[in-house]
């Protein structure tokens, strides 16, 4: 436990000279069995009714691994002063953890997430004012869905370093994010996961499974599939629609800057004419007036809403295929066992 | 109370684990509180949270400052849960345990006791629960005497599926385990049910050859489970698995479409 705790305070001043690099510097994510049953455990009991649940991940860094070996959660946004009694609630709370010699360090943020819709603004904020300030960090989202259609789905996600930088400079626009060339696959990474167990937890579990009685329930050998598959079909429809929108919204900017290019065109050539006419005239060529007074070019809209539906998209059509590639095994093991009657 | 149920009995288990995991230098215990629900009967413990405390031979200390404070912290989180015991690790009950319960009843009506025992002193990890009585001569020499009570394990849903995670881990080698995904995930599935079948069978055998008598409840189960596998005449079982695979199919191939079309708005917008 002594070594436990030097580790953390030189991954501490460790953390805190790298933070200028933007390499990727974690490879892989090991997650204590305590974390997984805190976070199922928490969405159990607040998120029945409201989206999201949330909460913060505490560990240390080794070598190229992100250990998290606990968490706690938040409370809801239910009262006025949600702001204040966050920041005060993160900062007792990890006081308190210290007491105990639990790992008090702030590795990253977990979220439940709906059949899979969690690529939103908020959530890129959070993990970019995250990521800025501790260079390792990573969301973890949890599916309680998919979980309690047979295993668990928790994945962990970081932002690319492309994506870090756009963020930075809050260049939005069309143009730069050309210049960077995202699209978006490239905006956030998996790392993989792995979980991990101490001696003494194992034989807890012994301990477990001699009292516990066998799981009854094979969700996952579950046939009925359209109410799943329904859902998602929504959310992706919904999506859709608002890309659609989006792309319009894109046209039409595209369409007036054509416009006024041409506008622009026609009136310095209308403009030269003059001049020459003027010259064979004798008389004083008209002043160049500025033009790009006159015509001031449209405002570009910001591409980053984009991006982030066409992520969000791409993620309902990955887990969509994942689930159907799944049933398509279920209904032909079906079958294989009807063919014996 | 005349029973307890340990809920969530997976999160705190390994929770107090990891505490003992990371005691201080010198102490042999842990001790923390235990939060949960009281129902008429039966008591539900689904949290719980160490508590920094130092013991010595005479005197025990328990920083009672910090156990209110994780209280209210915690409250934020679930407000239904209340402060319905303690725990702490160990084979035996000591007499600063009788300290400490005194203290935990002035936080919550009759509380428990929960041992656990991290060192492994009977060879096994045991978990047992007690609550306090009164004994002994009333006006003269009165004591506390802590009585068991029985423990059950419930879990929910997706905690199994968890806690199942975790049993997987713990046959694996070096301790780890990656989260499968996809078809791997119902071939493993499948595998299980295999698994339980073969035993199933090993027992039909060993009753047909006259090794094992046959129990007449084993025999109703097994007629169930043969009964549920529903008749259906072939062609109806083949338009509903056609049209299911055409369904899956369907959204297999949209997704994909979806997905092409993202990806070239993004090449084009590229440009």
Partial sequence: MASRKETGSSSNTGMSSTSGTLDSPVKQIQIEGLVVLKIIKHYQEEGQGSEVVQGVLLGLVVDDRLEITNCFPFPQHTEDDADFDEVQYQMEMMRSLRHVNIDHLHVGWYQSTLYGSFVSRALLDSQFSYQHAIEESVVLIYDPIKTSQGSLSLKAYRLTPKLMEICKEKDFTPEGLKKANIGFEHMFEEVPIVIKNSHLINVLMWELEDKSTVSDKHELLNLSSSNHLEKSLQLLMDRVDDMSQEIVKYNTYSRNLSKQQQQKHQYLQRRQQENAQRQTRGEASLPEEDITK??????????????????????YCQNVKEFTSQNLGKLFMAEALQGHN | ???????????????????????????????????????????????????????SEDEVAVDMEFAKNMYELHKRVSPTEVIVGW???????????VLIHEYYSREATNPIHLTVDTALQSGKMNIRAYVSAQMGV??????????????????????????????????ATNRTKGLTSDLSQVGGAAARVQDMLATVLAYIEDVLSGKVTADNSVGRFLMDLVNKVPTISAEDFENMLNSN???LLMVTYLSNLTQAQIALNEKLLLL
């Fill in chain 1, 294 to 315: 006159m015509f001031k070019p449209p405002q570009p809209p910001p591409r980053m809403d984009t991006l982030l539906i066409a992520g969000q998209i791409n993620n």
């Fill in chain 2, 1 to 55: 109370f005349s029973s307890l149920f340990h809920h969530c009995l997976s999160l705190y288990h390994p929770s107090i684990s990891d505490s003992y995991e990371r005691r201080n230098e010198g102490a042999s215990r842990v001790i923390g509180t235990i939060l949960g629900t009281i129902d008429k009967h039966s008591i539900e413990v689904t949290n719980c949270f160490s508590v920094p405390h130092n013991e």
């Fill in chain 2, 87 to 97: 725990y702490a690790t160990g084979f035996d009950i000591t007499e600063h345990s």
């Fill in chain 2, 138 to 171: 009333p006006g003269k020499t009165v004591g506390v005497m802590f009585t068991p009570l029985s423990v059950k394990y419930v879990y929910y849903d997706t905690e199994r599926i968890g806690v199942d995670l975790l049993q997987r881990i713990r046959l």
């Fill in chain 2, 245 to 247: 695979i055409n369904d």
